[in-house]
């Protein structure tokens, strides 16, 4: 994995956290306590969504790198 790779990773995990951090205060704001279980819930939802839009953007990237989003010219002609 190269560095660039690795260090976009690591700036999505921080947002990811800067996020759940912000969430806090307005959950604070409203009077509504998080359990445990609300937060693990809560952080394995962000952890696999970042995961798989991750997957999914390199799917799409590999499939235009190799061609097959190309058109195919019709049969016959």
Same mark, same amino acid.
């Given at each position: 994995?190269?560095?660039?790779?690795i260090l976009?990773?690591?700036?999505?995990? %921080?947002? +990811?956290? =800067?996020? @759940?951090?912000?969430? $806090? !205060? *307005?959950?604070?704001?409203? &009077?509504?306590?998080?359990?445990?279980?609300?937060?693990?819930?809560?952080?394995?939802?962000?952890?696999?969504? %970042?995961? +798989?839009? =991750?997957? @999914?953007?390199?799917? $799409? !990237? *590999?499939?235009?790198?190799? &061609?097959h989003d190309?058109?195919?010219?019709?049969?016959?002609?």
């Amino acid at each position: 994995m190269s560095r660039t790779r690795i260090l976009w990773l690591i700036a999505a995990f %921080l947002a +990811l956290g =800067a996020l @759940l951090w912000g969430a $806090t !205060f *307005y959950w604070e704001g409203l &009077g509504a306590g998080v359990t445990g279980h609300g937060w693990f819930a809560y952080i394995l939802g962000g952890v696999f969504t %970042l995961g +798989l839009s =991750a997957g @999914l953007f390199a799917l $799409t !990237f *590999y499939s235009a790198r190799h &061609g097959h989003d190309d058109i195919d010219p019709p049969a016959g002609s």
